[in-house]
């Protein structure tokens, strides 16, 4: 069974450094395809897909995000991490992390974890 | 930048088909996905590859392409699929994947 779990700081101050993690179990990401992004939602705001780590350790993200977004992957731990700087009150979002399996489904996150909550405020 | 455009929300009553389209500013070069999302939970995927279903995901719902437009069909809409339902694509000359901004369906 695959499962994804986000964990993190659930309140951070304006101007901070965000860093979440996505532990995750049922697969490995040294699979070719295999691939893990953050993706959030602020509330009641549509998904916005943040950034991206393959199996191969290349790395994507937003355009609009790229200048404060680190990602990377711990294959040992099972874990992916994101980092997140200079953070706003407008970042206040539910982070997921998802997989994306590749060889079936194709760019489709096909499993998802329960998301975070963060809040940025002072 | 790549973009994907649905309807805000979408009105059926029960029994009836519910269709939400997804249109791209872009050429189709890419396939689209969708997801439905219920209040408090994570997005669940519905539709791969334009018009793919994993399994579990019941026969009501279909994918369908044509030009730059993707369509939804949620044939014989039942109260629990009062939800959101969001396309994906993705677009690796720019990024890797983008959102549309949603449809809201509702069961009347």
């Known amino acids: 069974q695959v499962t994804l779990r986000e964990s993190g700081p659930a309140l951070v101050k304006p101007t901070q450094t965000l860093t979440l993690t996505c532990t995750f179990s049922?697969?490995?990401?040294?699979?070719?395809?295999?691939?893990v992004s953050w993706i959030r939602q602020p509330p009641g705001k549509a998904l916005e897909w943040l950034a991206l780590?393959?199996?191969?350790?290349?790395?994507y993200y937003s355009t609009s995000l790229k200048t404060r977004l680190t990602i990377s992957k711990d294959t040992s731990k099972n874990q992916v991490v994101l980092t997140m700087t200079n953070m706003d009150p407008v970042d206040t979002a539910t982070y997921y992390c998802?997989?994306?399996?590749?060889?079936?489904?194709?760019?489709?996150?096909?499993?998802w974890g329960q998301g975070t909550v963060v809040t940025v405020s002072s | 930048s790549h973009e994907l455009t649905q309807p805000p929300s979408v009105s059926v009553s029960p029994g009836q088909t519910a269709r939400i389209t997804c249109s791209a500013d872009a050429l189709p070069n890419q396939y689209t996905y969708w997801y439905q999302q219920k209040p408090g939970q994570a997005p669940v995927l519905l539709i791969y590859k334009d018009t793919e279903r994993p399994s579990g995901i019941p026969e009501r719902f279909s994918g369908s392409s044509s030009g730059t437009t993707v369509t939804l069909t949620i044939s014989g809409v039942q109260a629990e699929d009062e939800a959101d339902y969001y396309c994906?694509?993705?677009?690796?000359?720019?990024?890797?994947?983008?959102f549309g901004g949603g449809t809201k369906l509702t069961v009347l």
């Open positions: 780590v393959d199996w191969d350790d290349d790395k």
């Open positions: 049922g697969f490995s990401l040294s699979t070719d395809g295999m691939c």
């Open positions: 994906q694509s993705a677009d690796s000359s720019v990024t890797f994947s983008v």
């Open positions: 998802a997989r994306t399996s590749g060889v079936v489904t194709g760019d489709a996150f096909d499993i």
